[in-house]
């Protein structure tokens, strides 16, 4: 009997013990559920199979789903249908194939009970069991997040595109400002012009009386003195109606308009060039469009613009030293307007002269030896009559002008 009644007591003991242990274990689950149920973000726990074993309150508000909705349910019942639900770029619609792999998935698309679309961001860990694994994965939505990063883009790309206006806008004011500063250098050399005008037309005059006084003077005139004092008067003549035109060439007018042959004013300008070209081994290559119509314009202001194109040409191409070069020019219809082009193979052009290069009394030529005039005038001929001129050149590879004259400037609107 004195030793029965310790083991009675041992017995008891480990009751006890196993019994406390019992209960421990199920206040530790009891709280592991109670952190589960209340963890902010939401928590599902998936079978290998893709089934949902465990949901969290927080995953209720997320899916609109009941927890007795989801358990036992395939995770694909949180998938959205992309023929029926859009789902937005560069995302993905969840899959049972992301609860395979641990690791942490951003723009995960997944839908709701009700049917909306949530931006989810998943953290998958696979766990180890005996009776088979399962995954454990936190959902975290981001729907907010990126609808405030696709507006931070929309405002991106809406100030990017302001600031394109704004450089737009302001290249346009310096252009502006260009067109006035130049304005106002023709204006000043309107007037100045009216001054050269008076001072020229009293020696020319002079010359034209002295060549008539020739031509009665000389008995039995040969042809070619006969032919060349003609050619005096003539060009006498044209110098007049040049200079004519330089005292108003600021001044807008149509009355001495007319049907005019292009071509006609360009050999009428290298004519007058031609012994020039000849005593420097300049040669002209002409190449004349067969489809070139006669265009409403001056003709005199128009052979004046292919003189002044010409003796840029022989200019250039006299600075290089060589004792010879080539012009070309080239002519052809382009819709409503044609196109002139006088290239040569002298000096070329820096950018900086290239920049200036029409505007008025801008030259690189010595003193002396040019006004810095031709270009300038050349612009306001052509400008006048709805037309354009540009040039394309670099230093040591010539200059091309490219003149655009309209068929009849009265019909551009």
């Known amino acids: 009997m004195s030793i029965a009644k310790p083991r009675q007591k041992t017995g008891q003991k480990l009751a006890v013990i196993e019994g406390g242990r019992i209960e421990a274990a ?18 599902i726990t998936v079978a290998s199979e ?9 995953c209720e508000e997320l899916t609109s789903f009941l927890k007795n909705e989801l358990v036992g349910q395939n995770i694909s019942v949180l998938s959205p249908d992309p023929k029926i639900h859009r789902i937005p770029e560069r995302s993905r619609p969840l899959s049972k194939e992301l609860f395979k792999t641990a690791g942490t998935y951003e723009d995960i698309v997944i839908v709701g009970k009700d049917g ?3 931006m989810v961001e998943v953290s998958v860990r696979v766990i180890k069991k005996a009776d088979g694994d399962f995954a454990l994965a936190l959902f975290r939505d981001v729907t907010e997040k990126k609808r405030m990063e696709r507006e931070l883009i929309t405002k991106h790309a809406e100030l990017r595109e302001a600031y ?5 806008k302001n290249a346009e004011l310096h252009a502006m400002q260009d067109t006035l500063v130049q304005a106002g250098k023709m204006a000043a050399l309107g007037e100045l012009a009216a001054g050269i005008a ?67 004013a360009i050999d009428e300008a290298l004519k007058m060039l031609s012994r020039q070209f000849a005593s420097r081994g300049i040669k002209v290559d002409k190449s004349y469009g067969k489809d070139v119509p006669n265009i409403y314009a001056n003709p005199l ?11 840029n040409a022989r200019d250039a191409i006299e600075t290089t030293g060589r004792g010879g070069g080539n012009i070309r020019i080239r ?20 950018e900086r002269t290239k920049a200036k290069a029409f505007n008025p009394f801008f030259t690189t030529k010595e003193v002396g030896k040019g006004m810095g005039l031709g270009l300038s005038l050349s612009y306001g001929v052509i400008s006048k009559i709805q037309g354009s001129i540009v040039v394309e050149s670099e230093l040591g590879k010539g200059a091309a002008f490219l003149v655009r004259l309209p068929k009849d400037f009265r019909e551009i609107g």
């Open 331 to 350: 002519t052809r219809s382009s819709g409503q307007f044609i196109e002139v082009l006088f290239q040569d193979d002298g000096v070329g052009m820096s």
């Open 164 to 168: 394109f206006q704004l450089e737009k």
């Open 50 to 58: 893709g089934r949902i074993e465990e949901a969290n309150q927080a």
């Open 301 to 311: 202001q128009l052979e004046q613009v292919f003189i002044n194109l010409a003796t």
């Open 26 to 43: 199920r206040e530790s689950e009891s709280r592991y559920q109670i952190l589960f149920d209340q963890a902010s973000d939401a928590i």
């Open 198 to 264: 008076h001072e020229l037309n009293q020696p020319l005059q002079g010359i034209r009386g002295y060549a008539q006084e020739l031509q009665t003077l000389v008995t039995n005139p040969s042809s070619e003195v006969d032919s060349s004092m003609k050619e005096i008067i003539s060009n006498v003549d044209k110098m007049h109606s040049i200079i004519d035109y330089l005292r108003t060439f600021t001044r807008k007018s149509v009355e001495k308009h007319e049907m005019t042959d292009v071509h006609t």
């Open 116 to 118: 909306y679309i949530h």
